[in-house]
Structures are given as structure tokens and as C-alpha cells.
């Protein structure tokens, strides 16, 4: 792990280049061009609302804006998670002629899908901080969670992302798995309702490490107060286990990427 | 050694035959399997062969290195195990210094990407940082010669383009350890000759080159240490005059040959007018004689001749077609000769000849022997060179002092020089004879 982080330390120009030849790839020839990255959280938030509009017809509580910028924080965490997901899954096997012609760590490739999702995050940022005064969102004291909150679902995103895309170099199911399940884990996480709509089944969904981060970044931001504190110890540590595992499998089966791929 | 650049020992490298399990639905079957079977470390399944086989070497600081040999002796799988992207089944690689593998021109080149931004990409790629980029980023686009392109997407290069740009990114890496695998075929002769200077000036600042390639006359011209591999072993390890003739040698033996198709070559045979064999005289005319035999029927066959000097020029080469001489048909089983008869005003030297059989307006080759026979040209008076062009010296006079009004009409009046009866009438005659006709077996 050690080992790993010092090779990523002396090799960060090429994670810097290759991150930077993403990001210019993602919006170079493309009509919408930055667009592209506000566009995925917006249609997100308002499959959201309309989900909510929905709740509140049957519960008779009425929504509020507070619910709305809720959805907007929670739809523009879960599309980064989604991004980075998708492209470093297939990031090594898209990129099977540096795989095999040149010798540099290979963590780089699913970790440069991270930063450029990240980068398409920090692109739509400013249209949420824009709206969310008019949600009835004040600057709290409790908002200096958010980075520790990032910093987790980066790290359980970068996990995930290391663990799939050496799984996608051997077998190339693991990227149609993947795919399907992203499909439908929106279901599964309150990105679009809330983890208390459930009441004492709460913790159930809890489990989903994702969970607590995006129902930490709802507390946090739009509630102005702390995140579950219990929770969000579980699912960093979920994450570390997950960064570390994915990291011993993806340098384990590396000495075999190039004749495999 | 402490001044070893490279070291291997006793590497041997596992693969396999025929597809590899893809899909999460075969990996539990073979997982069992590998538990069940013990000491794979020297086994080998039946669907495997040493690609590598017992391989140990020692290269020193500054030498340069060709290495060499057939399609599948494993030197690619032996550079990609020197740059650390592929990991022996066992053995071990020593490697000091900064090693930088250039396997493919452009690998990471992006087509939607411009030149410039390429070339800062692929020179990270490779190693270098970014401020050493930025330093030679100039060196490198006037290398390979792009200036006015360089803010176009690489998509709108020719391949040509694409090539040079990406040997230019590599050529500046400046490591200690440079391993190259059959790049220098790329773009033009010009810049294979300036890719090849290159190489120079990194061995002569003292970098260690490792070089593979099918071109023998480059690997000759620039390595002092051959190494030829056959079947995953090293065969021959020396200087690589010796090496590259070793190398000919195998390949005469079993001819090294790329199709196998319906038709194919049975003999290549030169011999003189007079009855000399191997061995000929500037000037002296020959028959090049090709037996071909059909194992099924086969269409259209044109027979090709290619005469290569010892450096792997291609001196001469020409077919049946060309010459004028329809294709042949053949019925399974049946033979056929092709004779050429040639006029060797060739200089002196050894020569190999190059067979083939090739369909033309299908393209398709279907048998192929190189070398298929050699002859050596015996030294003809003060003629040097790969022709002989039979010189005279038609003047060799001071001139006159200068008088501009006394220039003659014709300036070319004064060469008409006189030819030595016998070279004249036989440059003349040089025209070549075929005659393909079906052989009844």
C-alpha cells in the first residue's frame, strides 16, 4: 500500500497527463462540451422531484425547498460516484495499447477516471451553490463536515473503481455487471427519498456504505447539522478496507495485465 | 559484473495456446484445476510451450544490442520482459538505470488530440516530466519535421506523420537503457536514415540500446553485439556479423517461408551460362530456375525474383508478370519451372535471392522463401559498389584557360566517349528472358 502510494507520488505528471487527456477528450469535439457534467446531476435532481411530488401526494406532506436542495447535493455526489464508476471500469481495458507497450503503474488508470468525474463535480458545484439560497439554505458552521465526507466517497469510489477495472481486465462481464447494478442502485440509496422515510428499517439501508455519506452531505449542508457520526465511522472504514483490498488485488494480478488484456 | 547494464537469469516464460478463459462463467473450473495441479513452475499443459526457454544474459553498459530471429522466436516477448511489462514464470531480471521501452511509435496517442498535445502526453507516457517536454518541444517537432502541422489533430496525419512524430517523442528520452522494437520501419528511407543517426548519438552518449528487427542491414550497421533467438532459446550470441550469418544460415536451412498455400516453392537454383554455380563474374549471364509444385489447384501464379546485397538492399527485383508472361494455373499436384535468365552486372559481393509466388490481382502470396539461394560476385577490376557500371575514363585533360567567347556549341560533345565494345553490347542486351511453361508430371 505504501509501495503503492510512493510509485503514484513519483509518477504524478502522468496522472496529471492522463487525467488532463480525459478531460480533454470528454469535451473536446461535443456540442454540449461542460454542459455535459450539469446536465447528468439536473436530470437526476428532477427525477428526484418528481419522485417527491409524488410522496407527498400519497403522505399528504407538503415539499419544501430544503427537500429539493437536498436531492440537488445527494444527485450531484451519486452522478460523480456513477461517472467514475463507469469509465474506470472499462479504464484499463480501454486503454489495453498503453497496457501492453508501456511500463508505468496501472493504478493510474482507474485513479485518473476518479479525478476527471471529479473534475466534472467540481464543474457543476457552482450551479448547486447558486441554487441552494433559494432552497432556504444558510452558510452552518456544520458544513465543514463536507470535505471529510468527500474525501470518503472519494476513497470508496477510488476502491471500487481499482477493484472492477483489474476484475474487467480478465473478465469482460464484470463491466456489463456493473452497468446493470448502477442501473438500479439508485433504488437501493437515498439519493432521490431519504434514508427516513423508512423509519426502524433505517440501518438496513444504512449498510450501503454510500448511505451514510449521502445522507451525511443532506445533515450537513441543507439541515445544518451534524452527520451520524456512528455511521459515518462505519463507512469509512468500509471505504480504507475497500481502497486497501482493491489496491493488494489490482497490484497482485498487475505482472499479469499486459498478456491478458 | 558491476558494470552490467541488464542481466537475466535462466528466464523462462509460460504461454498458451488458444483462448484464455474470458468470462467469470470459465474461472471456476480452471481454479480447480490449478489447485489440483502441483509444481507449475516447470510444467507445461498440454495447450503450453516456453515462449522463453532458459534465457540468461548479460548486456553491459553502452553496448548496443540487435537481436534477432524468425516470427515467434520470442524476441518480442523478450523485450516486453526487459521493460518489466510482462513477468517471467521463473528466473530473473536485473535492470540499472533509468530503462525506457519504445515498443510502439505513438502507443497512447490520442487521435482527437493535436500534435502538440500529444507529444506532451506520449513524452510523459515514456518518462519524462512535463518541464522536459516543454525544453525539447521544439528539438523534437523539427525532428520529425511537423512545425506547420503541429496544432492539428494527429486523426488528420498521414500514418507516415503519425509515425514520425511518435519515433521523435521517444528518440528524446535521454535514458540509460533504451529498448527499441521494430520502430525504425516507419516513415520514409530519409528518416529511417535519421532515426538511425539518432540511435547513434544516444549509444554514443553512452546509453545501452537494445534493438529488434527484421531489418538485418540496420541491425548491422548499428549493432556490435547480435543475439539470435530461435524457439525461446538463444542460439547464437556474438558479434553480429557472425550472428546475421548464423541467422541465414537457419533460415536457408529451413527457409524461412510465410504461406502456406495451395502452391507452393520447391527449389530456387542460379547457375551460369557456362556451368558455373555459386560463384559468377561481373557481367556473366545466369538462369535463375524456380520449381513450383501445386498441392491443390491454384490460380493465376506469377513467379517473383528479389536479389538483396549482404546489407539487405534490395538490389533487383522483378516477376513473370511484370516481365509480360501471363500467370499460371495449376491443377492439383501438378509442377511447374520458371526461368529467368538475368545479366549479373552486379559488384562484388555476396547476394541473396528471394523467391515468391504471388496471385496479382487477387494480391494474394502464396509461398515465399527468402533466402532461397545465395552466389557471391567475384571482384571486377576498379568497380566498387552494389552495380557494376562498367567506367571508363573518357578524358582526364586540363582545361584550357577560360574565354568566354570561345565556348563550344555543345558542351556534350565532348563525351561521347567511347564504351568498351563488350559492356556496351551487353548493357544493351540486358533484357530478361522468361520461360514458364507447365511441367507434365
Same mark, same amino acid.
Given at each position: ?10 509518477? =504524478? ?29 439536473? +436530470? ?15 403522505? &399528504? ?22 461517472? /467514475? ?8 481495458? &480501454? ?59 472519494? &476513497? ?5 473503481? +481499482? ?8 473478465? =469482460? ?30 440501518? +438496513? ?27 459515518? /465511522? ?23 495485465? /499486459?498478456?491478458?488484456? | 559484473?558491476?558494470? #552490467? ?12 495456446? !488458444?483462448?484464455?478463459?474470458? #468470462?467469470?462463467? $470459465? ?30 544474459? $548479460? ?31 521463473? !528466473? ?15 502507443? !497512447? ?122 524457439? @525461446? ?7 553480429? $556479423? ?31 551460362? $557456362? ?7 561481373? *557481367? ?62 552486379? @559488384? ?73 565494345? *563488350? ?19
Amino acid at each position: 500500500m505504501i509501495d503503492a502510494f510512493k510509485e503514484l507520488l513519483s509518477n =504524478r505528471e502522468l496522472l496529471y497527463m492522463i487525467t488532463w487527456r480525459e478531460i480533454r477528450i470528454r469535451y473536446k469535439q461535443s456540442i454540449m462540451g461542460m454542459l455535459w457534467a450539469v446536465l447528468m446531476p439536473i +436530470i437526476i435532481t428532477s427525477a428526484g422531484v418528481v419522485v417527491r411530488i409524488a410522496a407527498s401526494k400519497v403522505s &399528504g406532506r407538503p415539499i419544501t425547498g430544503a427537500d429539493i436542495g437536498g436531492i440537488g447535493a445527494k444527485a450531484l455526489a451519486w452522478a460523480f460516484f456513477v461517472s /467514475a464508476l463507469r469509465f474506470g471500469t472499462t479504464s484499463l481495458t &480501454g486503454n489495453s495499447s498503453l497496457v501492453t507497450k508501456i511500463k508505468f503503474p496501472r493504478l493510474i488508470f482507474p485513479l485518473s477516471s476518479v479525478l476527471t468525474s471529479l473534475f466534472d463535480m467540481a464543474i457543476a458545484l457552482p450551479v448547486l451553490l447558486l441554487v441552494l439560497p433559494f432552497a432556504g439554505v444558510r452558510l452552518s458552521p456544520s458544513m465543514l463536515w463536507v470535505p471529510a465526507l468527500l474525501v470518503v466517497l472519494v &476513497g470508496f469510489t477510488a476502491g471500487l473503481c +481499482i477493484l472492477f477495472s483489474a476484475a474487467n481486465l480478465f473478465f =469482460r462481464d464484470v463491466k456489463y455487471v456493473v452497468e446493470v447494478v448502477l442501473t438500479f442502485a439508485i433504488f437501493f440509496t437515498p439519493v432521490l427519498y431519504d434514508a427516513k422515510f423508512f423509519g426502524k428499517w433505517r440501518p +438496513i439501508l444504512m449498510l450501503n456504505p454510500l448511505t451514510p455519506v449521502l445522507e451525511g452531505l443532506n445533515s450537513t449542508v441543507i439541515l445544518g447539522h451534524q452527520p451520524d457520526l456512528a455511521w459515518i /465511522a462505519y463507512s469509512t472504514a468500509a471505504a480504507a478496507l475497500l481502497l486497501w483490498g482493491g489496491v493488494v488485488f489490482f497490484r497482485g494480478l498487475e505482472p499479469r495485465f /499486459a498478456e491478458s488484456v | 559484473m558491476t558494470d #552490467s547494464a541488464l542481466r537475466m537469469n535462466h528466464v523462462f516464460k509460460r504461454f498458451r495456446r !488458444g483462448e484464455q478463459h474470458d #468470462s467469470l462463467r $470459465d474461472l471456476i473450473p480452471s481454479l480447480i484445476k490449478r489447485a489440483v495441479r502441483k509444481d507449475r513452475e516447470r510444467s507445461l499443459a498440454p495447450q503450453e510451450f516456453w515462449v522463453l526457454n532458459d534465457i540468461s544474459l $548479460d548486456i553491459k553498459k553502452g553496448e548496443t544490442v540487435g537481436i534477432i530471429g524468425h516470427n515467434g522466436a520470442g524476441k518480442s516477448t523478450m523485450l516486453k520482459h526487459l521493460s518489466g511489462l510482462m513477468v517471467p514464470t521463473r !528466473g530473473s531480471i536485473e535492470v540499472k538505470g533509468r530503462l525506457s521501452a519504445l515498443i510502439e511509435v505513438g502507443a !497512447g496517442f490520442h487521435p482527437d488530440l493535436t500534435g502538440r498535445e500529444n507529444v506532451f502526453l506520449n513524452g510523459v507516457i515514456l518518462g519524462m516530466t512535463r518541464a522536459e517536454v516543454k525544453r525539447k518541444f521544439d528539438e523534437i517537432v523539427d525532428f520529425a519535421g511537423l512545425e506547420e502541422f503541429i496544432d492539428t489533430p494527429v486523426k488528420r496525419y498521414s500514418s507516415g506523420m503519425f509515425a514520425r512524430l511518435g519515433f521523435s517523442v521517444a528518440a528524446h528520452l535521454e535514458p540509460d537503457i533504451l529498448v527499441i522494437d521494430e520502430v525504425l520501419s516507419v516513415g520514409d528511407f530519409a528518416f529511417q536514415r535519421k532515426g538511425i543517426e539518432k540511435m547513434r548519438q544516444i549509444a554514443k552518449s553512452g546509453a545501452t540500446v537494445i534493438f529488434v528487427s527484421h531489418n538485418l542491414q540496420a541491425v548491422a550497421e548499428f549493432c556490435q553485439r547480435g543475439i539470435l533467438l530461435e524457439r @525461446g532459446r538463444v542460439i547464437e550470441d556474438g558479434p553480429t $556479423d557472425q550472428v546475421i550469418r548464423r541467422y541465414l544460415d537457419t533460415a536457408m536451412s529451413h527457409g524461412e517461408r510465410t504461406a502456406r498455400g495451395p502452391v507452393r516453392i520447391v527449389s530456387t537454383s542460379i547457375a551460369g551460362a $557456362d556451368g558455373e554455380i555459386g560463384k559468377f563474374q561481373g *557481367g556473366s549471364r545466369a538462369r535463375i530456375s524456380v520449381t513450383l509444385e501445386a498441392s491443390e489447384a491454384a490460380e493465376r501464379v506469377a513467379v517473383v525474383i528479389q536479389i538483396f546485397n549482404a546489407d539487405f538492399y534490395d538490389v533487383f527485383h522483378t516477376s513473370s508478370e511484370r516481365l509480360g508472361h501471363p500467370p499460371l494455373s495449376l491443377a492439383a499436384g501438378q509442377k511447374a519451372e520458371c526461368d529467368f535468365d538475368v545479366d549479373l552486372h552486379l @559488384g562484388a559481393g555476396t547476394y541473396y535471392v528471394g523467391t515468391y509466388l504471388y496471385r496479382y490481382d487477387a494480391e494474394r502470396e502464396y509461398d515465399h522463401v527468402f533466402p532461397a539461394t545465395s552466389f557471391v560476385m567475384t571482384a571486377d577490376r576498379g568497380a566498387h559498389g552494389v552495380v557494376n557500371l562498367y567506367p571508363v575514363v573518357a578524358r582526364f585533360a586540363t582545361l584550357p584557360a577560360f574565354r568566354p567567347n570561345a565556348l563550344p556549341a555543345s558542351p556534350n560533345r565532348e563525351f561521347k566517349a567511347s564504351m568498351p565494345n *563488350g559492356a556496351h553490347r551487353s548493357m544493351l542486351d540486358s533484357r530478361i528472358k522468361v520461360a514458364l511453361e507447365p511441367k507434365e508430371q
